[in-house]
C-alpha cells in the first residue's frame, strides 16, 4: 500500500526528513552507482581467464605460442598419416581444442596430445569398443551432458573429451587422471600415461622445430 493511501486512511503522517541538497546526492547517487557497476565487474569476471596474459604466463604458458604450437603439432601429424582432413576441418579441430581447454581448465598441450593418441586426429573414428571420435568418448558417458552437437561433431566431441579428463584430474589428479581416461577406473600400467606425456612434449615443441 502507498503512502499517499495511509494518509487517506487516517494514518499518523510521516515524520519529516532532513533534506540533503541536490548537488550533494547526485554526488552520492554517482559514488554508490560506480560502487555498484565495480561490483559486478568484478563478480562477472572468470576465476580463471586464459584469454588474460597474466595469468597464462603464471599458468606456464606463452599465450602466442600455444595456437601456433597446436597447429603445427597437428599438421605435422596428419602430414605423417596420410590423413584427410580438410583445412576447414583442422581449424575447427584447433579452434575446438583452444575453447574446450579455457572452459574445463585445462592445458590445451594435454588436450591435443590426448587427442593425436586417441584417435590420430581423426573425427570418424570409432573404436571396437564403441569410442566415438577425436577424444574417443563412450556414448553412455556423454548422455548427460549438456552438448551443443551430435557427439560425433568436433566441438561437441572435444567438449566431451576435456569434461571427461578435466573430472578425472580434478578427482585423481594429473598422473592418474590421464591414465583414466583410458584405463577407467582400473589402471594398468603406465604405457598410455607416457605415450601421451611424449606427445604433450612434442606438441609443446612444435612451433620452435
Known amino acids: ?14 515524520p519529516a526528513t532532513r533534506v540533503i541538497p541536490i548537488s550533494t546526492r547526485a554526488r552520492r547517487a554517482g559514488t554508490w552507482g560506480l560502487l555498484f557497476l565495480a561490483a ?3 563478480l562477472d569476471r572468470p576465476l580463471f581467464d586464459w584469454g588474460s596474459d597474466d595469468v597464462l604466463a603464471s599458468a606456464g604458458h606463452d599465450f602466442d605460442r600455444i595456437r601456433p604450437a ?12 596420410n590423413s584427410s582432413l580438410s583445412t576447414e576441418e583442422q581449424r575447427r579441430v584447433i579452434e575446438a581444442v583452444l575453447r574446450s581447454s579455457r572452459r574445463y581448465d585445462l592445458d590445451p598441450y594435454l588436450v591435443t596430445a590426448v587427442l593425436l593418441v ?25 548422455e548427460k551432458l549438456p552438448l551443443a552437437g551430435n557427439l560425433t561433431t568436433i566441438e561437441s566431441n572435444v567438449e566431451a573429451g576435456c569434461f571427461i579428463l578435466s573430472d578425472n584430474i580434478n578427482r585423481l589428479g594429473e598422473a592418474k587422471g590421464i591414465s583414466s581416461y583410458f584405463w577407467g577406473r582400473r589402471i594398468r600400467g603406465v604405457a598410455y600415461l607416457e605415450k ?11 612451433s620452435t622445430s
Open 1 to 14: 500500500m502507498s503512502a499517499s493511501s495511509e494518509d487517506l486512511t487516517g494514518s499518523p503522517p510521516i
Open 40 to 42: 559486478l565487474f568484478v
Open 70 to 81: 597446436i597447429t603445427a603439432a597437428l599438421v605435422a601429424h596428419l602430414q605423417d598419416r
Open 118 to 142: 586417441e584417435s590420430d586426429a581423426r573425427p570418424w573414428a570409432v573404436s571396437g569398443k564403441g569410442a566415438v571420435g577425436l577424444m574417443q568418448v563412450m556414448p553412455y558417458m556423454a
Open 196 to 206: 601421451v606425456q611424449e606427445t604433450r612434449a612434442r606438441v609443446r615443441g612444435a
